[in-house]
Every structure is written in structure tokens, then in C-alpha cells.
T-cell receptor, first 114, second 113 residues
């Protein structure tokens, strides 16, 4: 089985721009979660999508948004980029998004905002 | 307010010795705990988990201990190997439902040959 695929691996943007990151989950997995990893804050939950619906949302501003398509692929968008948005963005998938399921993470997208 | 705390940012251990990584939590509703391991340029991978009905869970060289009264868990790696050098994240949630995992900031383990 192919793992979770995130594209692109690296991205450089300037303040004020917007960015879209993509995630393809493991085949058969219907839940996709997004996390932000920064050196100071560890992994912070952004949101979770299941069957094209946002089911959970973390404590991030509205500039961060996402969506999920019928094939379970997901995208997240960050608008009006700020320097503090520089981070590794990780996508994770699981079968049903239940807490007691293993999360399978992609390698992440490293976003640098200049 | 950090609900899951890993107070040691880094730890160095000699090969063959025991590595002990610690994690504290504040939310009494948490009853399911996990450890993930992360190598550079890769996503985290699941290592081991424990639910609050147990106080210990073993998987090969890895053992997780849970002390509910102290709201503390620890991951023991015995014996430590150079390939164990990675960042270890503690995570917590509720066992049932679909509550998102809350992660700690991670502890970087270096196993020295």
C-alpha cells in the first residue's frame, strides 16, 4: 500500500501571499487530519476531515482552511501568509478518524514565509 | 495552556543503556496515550499506546508506563540502539470517539555508539 503523500515537499512564499498544500491519504482511509509542527510548539492540530466534512477544528485563525474531495484527498489553504506561518505541515490519515486508530503521517510540506 | 508536556527537549544515552522519556498531562479526561517517533525529513510513525485501564504496555524493546494519579507516563527503551535516535512525541486523547490527539513538544533522543 502506498503511504500518505504530501505535495509539494518544500515551498517558499512571501508575506501576504496564499498557499495550497495537498495530501493524498492511504487508499481506503477516509479521515485526513492536518498538523502544524514548529520547533517551539511541537505538533498542533489544525483540522480533520471525514467524508468531505470538517469534523474537528483546532485553534487556528480563519486564514487556515481546508477541504476534502470525494476520493478522500485533502487540501489545506493558508491565506495572507505571515512570517509565523513558517512550519512543517503534516497530513495524517486513518480509516475512520477514531482516536484509537493509528494515524499514518506523510513526510510533510516545509513552508518558509519570507 | 499546554495539556501534554514533555519537559526534556533532549536526551543523550549510551548505546545498550536504557532510555527513559517522560510526559505529563493535565487533562483528566485523557484516557488514551500514544508515543510517536519522528526521523528528520519523515512524518511521525506510531510506536506504542496505552489506555488508562492499564499501567504498562510492552512491545519488544519499548515499554510505556502510565501513572494515572500523577498524570504521568514514560517510555522506556531497552536496550537503546543508534537507530532509536529520533524525536519522540507523546500524545493523548480520549479512547472512544474521534477527539483529535494532543501532542507534546517532543524530546530529541540521541543514542551514542
Amino acid at each position: 500500500k502506498a503511504g500518505v503523500t504530501q505535495t509539494p515537499r518544500y515551498l517558499i512564499k512571501t508575506r501576504g501571499q496564499q498557499v495550497t498544500l495537498s495530501c493524498s491519504p492511504i487508499s481506503g482511509h477516509r479521515s485526513v487530519s492536518w498538523y502544524q509542527q514548529t520547533p517551539g510548539q511541537g505538533l498542533q492540530f489544525l483540522f480533520e476531515y471525514f467524508s468531505e466534512t470538517q469534523r474537528n477544528k483546532g485553534n487556528f485563525p480563519g486564514r487556515f482552511s481546508g477541504r476534502q474531495f470525494s476520493n478522500s484527498r485533502s487540501e489545506m489553504n493558508v491565506s495572507t501568509l505571515e512570517l509565523g506561518d513558517s512550519a512543517l505541515y503534516l497530513c495524517a490519515s486513518s480509516l475512520e478518524g477514531l482516536t484509537n486508530e493509528k494515524l499514518f503521517f506523510g513526510s510533510g510540506t516545509q513552508l518558509s514565509v519570507l | 495552556d499546554q495539556q501534554v508536556k514533555q519537559n526534556s527537549p533532549s536526551l543523550s544515552v549510551q548505546e545498550g543503556r536504557i532510555s527513559i522519556l517522560n510526559c505529563d498531562y493535565t487533562n483528566s479526561m485523557f484516557d488514551y496515550f500514544l508515543w510517536y517517533k519522528k526521523y528528520p525529513a519523515e512524518g511521525p510513525t506510531f510506536l506504542i499506546s496505552i489506555s488508562s485501564i492499564k499501567d504498562k504496555n510492552e512491545d519488544g524493546r519499548f515499554t510505556v508506563f502510565l501513572n494515572k494519579s500523577a498524570k504521568h507516563l514514560s517510555l522506556h527503551i531497552v536496550p537503546s540502539q543508534p537507530g532509536d535516535s529520533a524525536v519522540y512525541f507523546c500524545a493523548a486523547s480520549t479512547f472512544s470517539g474521534n477527539t483529535p490527539l494532543v501532542f507534546g513538544k517532543g524530546t530529541r533522543l540521541s543514542v551514542i555508539a
